[in-house]
Each structure stands twice: as structure tokens, then as C-alpha cells.
């Protein structure tokens, strides 16, 4: 048996820089607060609490006073740095720049568009940590949607400015976008009263995983794909797999395989999310070896 680690895999550098911050932090001993999980892989948000890392709520920062508390990549709406202001809490902002260029955008044209009674709409999951940090740019105002049957909140006679959360496919924001348009042009392929404008977003550390993924997962003759069961990159990610190796299994750690899965002579690649630690894909790895002949390619 071989097996491969996917080089391409592992975090983005928005999730490794918030957490080599959270470790720098804790370096000495100390605890620290962090604003819901860090990362969405229960593997690795257990090893940063087992060093101190202290998982709170925004209900719970209300409560907290004069403590440092780690905002994580994915950025936080305004409400969170009045609260940290009046409680005296010092933050430790780990967002990734990205989602904070993208929030600047989201709040200049929320601003712009006051004024012509038009929409932000953000393509994306509701409740999403990014999702919360960008509508809180337009005081929660923004219309978020995640298909087709969304758009029936929109009001297609006033301005709209589509934006993406960072993370979400490249093809399911530009089919929004192309479903948007044929409800605002009419027959001479003119605009309907007024404009649309839209802005793709998307990382592109993240979405070019997608062919980088397809081509892995032809590669091999099993995939198991390790990530957090929360992670929306995770799900979108292990869908690539699926689509291009039925073999494909999505698990969180070694725990969850099942050796049935996997033949002697089956070549095997471990791949995953944004927001899976290579620590954890070599624990497949070693988990592989320690029950095949299997020899790891470099």
C-alpha cells in the first residue's frame, strides 16, 4: 500500500496565523480567552485547551472584564470591539486579512448605498462566524442567501451589491450572481431601474483547493478526507472528492475508519480542509501504517 499526504492541504494562512498567535500568547503559562471555536476541527481546538485556550460565547465576553480574549480569522461585527472597549478587555485580533478587507468593502458599500435605498446581499451560511462579522458592517441589514429560493427576499427595482463569505464555492456564487441578473434585465438586455453590482470575494488560497483537490482525488484509489464535521470548507471540499473518487470518506480522525474501507494493494490519499492541522493527517498516516505494509510517498 501507498500513501500520500496532499501537499495542498492544511490551513490557509489566515487559520495558521491565528492560532501560532494564540500559541504565542499562551507561551508563558497563560490562559487565554478565544471567541467561539478558533478553528472548526474539534481535534485541534481540544490540544489549544489542553495549553489554556478558554472557549466563550459573544454572551459570555458581555461578562468578562479585564482579560485578553483572541478574535479568531474569521473576524467579528463592530458590537465586539465597543464590548471589549467598555469591559476593558484587551483583543487579540487574529482576523484574517482577507475577511477584514472584505468587511471594509462590505461596510463602504452598505454606506454608499444608504443613500440610494439599495441592498447588501452576501452570499453565504447563516450564522457563519465571517457571515456575522460582515452583516455587522451594515448593522445587520444585509440579506444573506445560499440558493435560489433566497432571492425572493430581494426587491429587484432598488440597487443590489452582491458580495461572497471568503470560503464558499466559486461556481454557487457566480450561478447567484447569473440568477440575479436575469431577473433585473430586460428584453433589450438593459438594466431594470436602477444597478447591480458583484463582488467576488472568495479567497483564493481556498477556492483554488477545488481543481487541486479534483486532481488528488483521481490520483488514488481511496481518499479519506479528514476535517471537522463544522467545517463549511470541509463539506464543500470533501463534495470535490466524492464527485471525482466514490471511495472517498470523510472522517475526523483515525478513529473513524473503517478498514473494510481500504485494500493492500489500494494506493490511499489523505487529504482536507482549510482548517485541518497537518498533525492530524499524519495521525492517518501513522494509523495506516501501523496496520498495512504501507510506505508513505514523500
Known amino acids: 500500500m501507498k500513501i500520500e499526504i496532499d501537499k495542498n492541504s492544511g490551513y490557509c494562512f489566515g487559520v495558521e496565523f491565528a492560532i501560532q498567535m494564540a500559541e504565542d500568547e499562551m507561551g508563558g503559562g497563560q490562559s487565554l480567552y478565544c471567541l467561539g471555536d478558533i478553528v472548526h476541527n474539534r481535534m485541534e ?10 472557549i466563550i460565547d ?21 458590537e465586539t470591539y465597543r464590548i471589549a472597549l467598555e469591559n476593558n478587555i484587551e483583543l487579540v485580533d487574529a482576523s484574517c486579512p482577507v475577511v477584514l478587507k472584505l468587511q471594509n468593502r462590505v461596510k ?24 456575522v462579522g460582515l452583516t455587522g458592517q451594515t448593522s445587520d441589514q444585509a440579506i444573506v442567501i445560499t440558493s435560489e429560493s433566497d432571492l425572493d427576499q430581494l426587491d429587484f427595482s432598488r440597487p443590489i451589491v ?12 457566480y450561478k447567484i450572481k447569473s440568477l440575479i441578473e436575469e431577473r433585473i434585465i430586460d428584453e433589450k438586455g438593459e438594466l431594470i431601474d436602477g444597478d447591480f453590482k458583484a463582488n467576488d470575494s472568495i479567497c483564493r488560497q481556498v477556492s483554488n483547493r477545488e481543481p487541486q483537490m479534483e486532481k488528488f482525488s483521481t490520483r488514488h484509489d481511496v481518499i479519506l478526507f479528514v476535517a471537522g464535521k463544522k467545517s463549511s470548507n470541509g463539506l464543500a471540499l470533501f463534495g470535490v472528492c466524492k464527485q471525482f473518487n466514490p471511495r472517498s470518506h470523510f472522517i475526523e480522525n483515525e478513529d473513524e475508519i473503517d478498514l473494510e474501507w481500504i485494500q493492500p494493494d489500494d494506493s490511499v490519499g489523505i487529504c482536507g480542509a482549510t482548517s485541518t492541522p497537518r498533525w492530524l493527517m499524519e495521525k492517518i498516516s501513522d494509523f495506516l501504517r501501523e496496520n498495512y505494509q504501507a510506505v508513505e510517498i514523500p
Open 162 to 173: 452582491l458580495f461572497s463569505q471568503t470560503t464558499k464555492n466559486t461556481d454557487g456564487f
Open 58 to 78: 459573544r454572551q459570555a465576553l458581555k461578562d468578562l472584564y479585564n482579560c485578553k480574549v483572541l478574535i479568531r480569522a474569521h473576524g467579528e461585527p463592530p
Open 45 to 54: 481546538v481540544e490540544r489549544l485547551h489542553n495549553q489554556g485556550l478558554k
Open 108 to 131: 463602504g458599500s452598505y454606506d454608499a448605498l444608504m443613500e440610494k435605498n439599495g441592498q447588501i446581499v452576501i452570499y453565504g451560511k447563516p450564522g457563519h462566524a465571517e457571515v
